[in-house]
């Protein structure tokens, strides 16, 4: 069946502009988490949505970070006024279940990412 | 908070040869533990998982062992091919939410 998917693959932005990432988790998936990876590291996270709730957005390096997921399906995480240390691939991953459902619904599906580079 | 130290890489090795890739997590209590790759050009996937201790997860031909005692997850794989080359994280899960908490990965390139 179909993966995460996410839009646009590549992202150039001018310093100043805002940007907007969009991901459409696997159809039914409760959980939807968005990662930022620098390049040459591993992916930290930003930000988890349980349906439509955020219910952790601990990981969002500042105010100019902002997500959302309307109706619980496909999400948008947007930048505003981009820096150059936004420069990072932006990964999205869905899971099954939400809370503590079963050890499997924690399982995270991720999607192809999408680079980000400010210039 | 959870936290994961994974070796440093480059990791070269030649085409059959045995791999380790050391793994080793802090945690509050007994999280699941997975390890993913990142195939060149490619998005995250799940490679293995384990879930308690003492669980060995494998696929592929890659096995690593839930070890409480020294909490530690080394990735293993007994004969190693030039497909193989990627980049393998460890993650375990952190509490609450279920956030993966990611190593710095380690670089497997594999020569014929």
């Known amino acids: 069946g179909a993966g995460v998917s996410q839009s646009p693959r590549y992202k150039v932005a001018k310093r100043g502009q805002d940007v907007a990432l969009r991901c459409d988790p696997i159809?039914?998936?409760?959980?939807l988490f968005w990662y930022q990876q620098a390049l040459g590291q591993g992916p930290e996270f930003l930000t988890y949505f349980q349906n439509e709730a955020q219910l952790d957005k601990s990981g969002l390096p500042s105010d100019r970070f902002f997500a959302e997921r309307p109706e619980g399906s496909v999400s948008t995480l947007k930048i505003q006024r981009t820096q150059q240390e936004d420069s990072a691939v932006y990964l999205c991953?869905?899971?099954?279940?939400?809370?503590?459902?079963?050890?499997?619904?924690?399982?995270?599906?991720f999607g192809p990412g999408t680079r980000l580079t400010v210039t | 908070g959870n936290s994961v130290t994974q070796m440093e890489g480059p990791v070269t090795l030649s085409e059959e040869a045995f791999l380790t890739i050391n793994c080793t997590y802090t945690?509050?209590?007994?999280?699941?533990l997975f390890w993913y790759v990142q195939y060149p050009g490619e998005g995250l996937q799940l490679l293995l998982k384990?879930?308690?201790?003492?669980d060995k997860g494998s696929n592929k031909g890659f096995e690593a062992t839930y070890r409480k005692e020294t909490t530690s997850f080394h990735l293993e794989k007994g004969s190693v091919q030039v497909s193989d080359s990627a980049v393998y994280f460890c993650a375990p899960l952190s509490g609450g939410y279920n956030k993966l908490i990611f190593g710095a990965g380690t670089r497997l390139a594999v020569h014929p």
């Open positions: 159809s039914g998936h409760v959980s």
């Open positions: 384990a879930t308690k201790a003492d």
């Open positions: 945690a509050t209590g007994y999280p699941s």
């Open positions: 991953a869905s899971s099954p279940g939400g809370g503590r459902v079963s050890k499997r619904s924690y399982e995270q599906y």
